[in-house]
């Protein structure tokens, strides 16, 4: 998992409540059984004028131009600045993917669906909840200001405005920890790698049965 600490980056605003996530990655890209190429169907829906079918090509599609993901001012960003309930619905995990595939590092909002919040955090996305009315200034802001950037700081927990100020938000201190580190539910697991070799050596030491394959 790719390890977060400062990221500086361009803000796209999704100025939609409620936003699912089915919305976020149609059902029918559920079909595939990998872990990537979820970013190119992020809001297939909402990006493209014709039905999206998992292995088109991109280049073959419909842009939907007024959708904001597709205006070229938002090209490059990699923070989505959302309204509230963002990641609603299903629990499909493919959500997370699909937006960090995309190239977005954070979500800023003022409250996720308990899910899809749980699963950003597991994928290396970083899920921020500022207060409501703190959104709705950042969203008049990047739509006033072309190439408007956030700088979020894990390790000291505040997101930098353009014009300096901070902005604290929380975040759980194990979730951080993981997220600085890189560490998904297998990196945390492997960490202990040489006592769980060792736990294996002595146990079939003295079970060696246990080591037999069924005939």
């Known amino acids: ?3 977060f600490n400062v990221h500086t980056g361009l803000v796209a605003p999704m100025d939609r409540e409620n936003v699912d996530t089915d919305a976020i990655i149609p059902k029918q890209f559920l079909k595939s059984i990998r872990k990537t190429g979820f970013g190119q169907n992020l809001f297939d829906a909402w990006r493209y004028l014709d039905p999206g079918e998992p292995g088109q090509d991109p280049a073959s599609r419909k842009p939907n131009h007024d959708f904001v993901l597709n205006q070229p001012r938002y090209q490059g960003a990699s923070v989505l600045l959302a309204r509230k309930n963002f990641g609603c619905g299903s629990s499909r995990e493919h959500a997370p993917w699909a937006i960090d595939q995309y190239g977005f590092r954070c979500v ?7 899910i899809f919040f749980n699963n950003c955090f597991k994928n290396g996305l970083l899920p921020i909840v500022l207060p409501e009315a703190t959104v709705a200034q950042l969203f008049d802001e ?10 979020i700081d ?19 201190a194990f979730r951080k920890y993981c997220l600085i580190n890189g560490l998904d539910d297998i990196g945390l697991t492997l960490r202990h790698a040489d006592k769980i070799k060792a736990f294996e050596a002595e146990r079939l030491a003295t079970k060696p049965w246990l080591a037999r394959t069924a005939q």
Request: aromatic content about 10%; cysteine-free; glycine content about 6%.
């Open 108 to 114: 800023i909002a003022p409250s996720f669906a308990d």
């Open 142 to 151: 990047v739509l006033a200001f072309p190439g408007y950037q956030l700088t």
């Open 1 to 3: 998992m790719q390890k």
């Open 154 to 172: 894990l390790e000291r927990q505040v997101v930098v405005r353009a014009q300096g100020e901070e902005i604290p938000f929380e975040v759980q």
